[in-house]
């Protein structure tokens, strides 16, 4: 019954689109939306810092007249998706944040569960390397007129290795046999009697510990109607096999399946239907963020718009890994 839901919705925004006439007076500041000329301008500064993207042409016969022909929208491949959202969403790395907002709020990555913090939690996942100066300068340090600190690092004057006996002869080592019962490429052979063990596929065994690695290629388009970035996301498998529908919804929040992300035609490609994010709510949370940054004395330009865009929409595709733009402090940003 979804799907047809929103089947129809997305006839309806169709000739919706079609309908709205192109936005030519900037009100990005204003409402959080943009005009074609800015989206541009926002491609062209992700495309400078982030070369994984690109500006893509698409079909001719969907070419739209409001943007430029060799940039009608932008595509990144290959980005890699190593683990299922279900995998995620059930030992705490999400977090649902504005809970009491009407419109369902957004889902926080990365939220860690606070159980795990400590040695094998949090703190073990980001590690600071410090020189510690005060240590050093309450160490004395060692006088090399000493002929004792020459001979013997421990300040001793060798006295450890008359204590700990003569030296293992390596002549006698090897003749021991004990060698080869340490060499490491030893180990990996078979005895010359015993046969080879047969290969067993990870799928066949129950605890399989090989990471089987989706991969997505990512688009984002000018919505018309909507007047803001709209992002398109299509897997395959490890072998390149197109992921079916149900597969792509795995790798979705699903707080967002089926309800922000649907299955819809892409607006400048033939073939296949992709996922989308819908971009219903991208101008109320793009204008939340403008406003954010203008209490905190500082300036947000309109060239960010889609470094910014791609950090929101993370929400919905977590496990999905294509976020590799600059840092965004959004509380001090001119």
Known sequence: MQNVLNSVKGTALGVAEYLTPVLK?????????????????????????????????????????????????LITRNVPCRRRCKQIEFVGEENLVEENDPDGGWVETHHYNPDEAGSSGLEDK??????????????????????????????????????DGAAIDMDEFEESGLLEMVDPSNALLPAPNEKPKPTVAASET????????????LHI?????????????????????????????????????????????????????????????HADIMKKIIQTVEEGGGE???HMYLIIFLKFVQTVIPTIEYDFTQNFNITNHK
Not at 27 to 55: M, N, Q, Y
Not at 133 to 147: F, G, L, T, V
Not at 254 to 273: F, I, R, S
């Open 25 to 73: 007076e900037s009100k990005f500041r204003e409402t959080g939306v943009l005009t074609p000329e800015e989206f541009i301008a926002a491609g062209d500064h992700l495309t400078h810092h982030c070369p994984t993207w690109s500006w893509a042409v698409g079909d001719e016969s969907k070419i739209k007249p409001y943007l430029p022909k060799d940039k009608q929208f």
């Open 126 to 163: 980001v590690c600071e390397m410090k020189l510690d100066s005060s240590r050093i300068e309450d160490e004395p340090a060692a006088d090399m007129d000493d002929p004792r600190n020459l001979e013997d690092g421990d300040g001793d004057g060798g006295q450890d290795d008359d204590e």
């Open 206 to 217: 129950e605890g399989d510990s090989v990471v089987r690695t989706r991969t997505y290629d």
């Open 221 to 281: 388009t000018y919505d018309k109607y909507y007047q803001t970035p709209r992002l398109w996301v299509i897997g395959y498998d490890e072998n390149r096999k197109l992921l079916s529908v149900e597969q792509m919804y795995d790798d979705v929040s699903q707080d967002h399946a089926k309800k922000t992300v649907t299955m819809e035609t892409h607006p400048h490609l033939p073939g296949p239907n992709m996922a989308s994010v819908h971009p219903c709510k």
């Open 300 to 302: 947000l330009g309109v």
